[in-house]
């Protein structure tokens, strides 16, 4: 079965979130393989962000995702991947589409746009590669 790695980023965790955001991937139909609560380490999130490497929002989004923890998960099912990034929504909260899970619990309330709530994995080969990173 296909596999992808989940985040629910530091804002997602310090809103009490998690649960809300897990419940709609499990109610999704998709399974959950393995989880955890984690402080992340500025290593691991170069390792995690390594395409973003010299970006602007690059040093911000690290800063971001170091000032909490994050929940790891890694869900199962066909298409997960595809599936995930769908119910995830649009990147910029702002815009994500109502019924998604940025679209929903995201709001402009002047955060950045690094602070989206969530991440998935795009590909299957970033799925095995952010998986032994953060598991
Ligand atoms: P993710 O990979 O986290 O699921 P994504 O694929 O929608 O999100 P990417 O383009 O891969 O977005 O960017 C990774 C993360 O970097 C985004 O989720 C967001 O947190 C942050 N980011 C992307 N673009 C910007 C931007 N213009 N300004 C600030 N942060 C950004």
């Known amino acids: 079965t296909e596999r992808t790695l989940v ?3 530091p804002d997602g965790v310090a809103r009490n979130l998690s649960g809300a955001i897990l419940s709609r991937i499990e109610a999704k139909g998709y399974v ?7 402080q992340a380490g500025r290593d691991q999130l170069e390792a995690h962000y390594a395409e973003h490497l010299g970006k602007p929002f690059y040093e911000p989004l690290l800063e971001f995702m170091l000032s909490g923890p994050v929940v790891a998960a890694i869900f199962e099912g066909e298409r997960v991947i595809e599936g995930f990034r769908s119910l995830a929504g649009a990147t910029d909260p702002t815009v994500a589409a109502p019924g998604t899970i940025r679209g929903d619990f995201g709001r402009d309330w002047g955060q950045k746009v690094q602070q989206n709530l969530v991440h998935g994995s795009d590909s299957v080969e970033s799925a095995e590669r952010e998986i032994a990173i953060w598991f």
């Open 32 to 38: 959950l393989a393995d989880l955890k609560l984690v």
């Open 7 to 9: 985040l629910v980023k």
